[in-house]
């Protein structure tokens, strides 16, 4: 090599590139298994959402089988609130 000095630069600079890609790298590993992590309990956490929803249907629908008989009232109030949509609140 005629230059050494360049030689000496250049092979520090490809040193810092490549334990920069290095940590880069793990980095990244890192947060797409974070992410997956995270993936997978709000996956969980949706089901259960949705098993909720599902029992708050069929008690519902148990009471509005109960009220065509008992005829209340007070319960009629509750599932037309239940079954109707909360309004957003104006801003």
């Not at 092979?11 to 990244?28: E, R, Y």
């Not at 997978?40 to 008690?59: N, T």
């Not at 509750?78 to 109707?84: K, P």
Request: hydrophobic letters at 50%; charged letters at 10%.
């Amino acid at each position: 090599m005629k230059n050494d000095t360049t030689t000496t630069l250049l092979n520090f600079v490809l040193t810092v590139l490549v334990i920069l890609t290095v940590v880069f790298a793990c980095f990244f590993i890192w947060r797409s298994h974070n992410a997956r992590q995270l993936q997978a309990r709000v996956q969980v956490e949706a089901q259960g959402i949705q098993f909720a929803s599902l029992k708050l249907q069929a008690i519902l629908n148990d009471v509005v089988a109960y009220n065509s008989t008992a005829k209340s009232l007070e319960l009629q109030q509750i599932i037309q609130s239940a079954q109707t949509p909360a309004q957003p609140a104006a801003k």
